[in-house]
């Protein structure tokens, strides 16, 4: 079947994913191709955004996690990172009636504590007025980066030790899983990575250990549905052994 081919009704005979990441990459790249302020990348990402998220539950996707902005991300110039937090505002504010038409329930990853406090508070109601949707979960990562979440959840057990909480030998993967900000979304399936580039950019580094990644070369501003069907239908073609093989023989788990 060639992509071309790939439609919505393709990938529904099939598996879908229940939890889907995806780093919104190249949005600065796009807009300066076509000699508009990265600015206008932003904004058009966040369209594409919300057109992604709307195709995801349409087919039953239970989570999506996107990269909104990571901790790196201040360092860009002052009027960007502006112009982002604004966004994130205004993107909140004028969608909320939709996310609660179509049953969305956003939450956050990420240290909210450190933006601006009219984005912080946007955020904080959007989280309780959408906390009764029973659709997709929307989780925005702002101001995020794994390496701190992973710290975060390191730093807890640890006070959960020192406190006689939480002995040294009760500690294993879901313990250490229950401190991190994805606690209560599904396993992470598929990683869906656009804008040319093949790396994972300090992005759920923990959760991504046995999830799919898809790459394209697209720009995030191009994105569409049929972008995300591609995605899922190679998803669905590959086999996910987690560590394991299986013996055509005998039909038994050799692991690795």
């Known amino acids: 079947m060639t992509e071309a081919n790939i439609t919505k009704e393709t990938i529904l005979s099939g598996n879908i994913p229940r939890h889907i990441a995806i780093i919104m990459d190249g949005n600065g790249r796009w807009a300066k191709e076509r000699n508009m302020p990265r600015t206008m990348g932003h904004k058009r990402g966040a369209e594409t955004l919300r057109d992604i998220v709307k195709s995801a539950g349409s087919i039953g996707v239970e989570a999506v996690t996107a990269y909104a902005f990571s901790t790196e991300n201040w360092k860009r110039p002052d009027y960007e990172v502006n112009f982002l937090m604004n966004l994130l505002d205004v993107y909140l504010s004028g969608e909320l009636e939709k996310l609660n038409k179509h049953q969305v329930k956003v939450i956050f990853s990420g240290e909210l504590a450190q933006l601006p406090k009219t984005v912080r508070a946007r955020a904080e109601k959007t989280v309780v007025a959408t906390s009764a949707n029973t659709g997709l979960v929307l989780n925005l990562a702002v101001n995020y980066g794994s390496q701190a979440e992973i710290l975060r959840a390191v730093k807890s057990v640890a006070s959960d030790v020192a406190d006689n909480k939480l002995a040294l030998s009760d500690i294993d993967e879901t313990i250490f899983e229950k401190r991190l900000y994805t ?30 990644i898809w790459f394209c070369q697209d720009y995030w501003p191009d994105i569409t549905p049929d972008h995300l069907y591609r995605a899922i239908y190679d998803f669905q073609k590959r086999e996910r052994r987690f560590g394991a093989i299986v013996d055509t023989k005998s039909q038994a788990n050799i692991y690795e």
């Open 183 to 212: 606690k209560d979304l599904p396993p992470l399936d598929l990683l869906i990575r656009p804008g040319g580039d093949l790396r994972i950019s300090n992005f759920l580094l923990w959760q991504l250990a046995y999830a799919e």
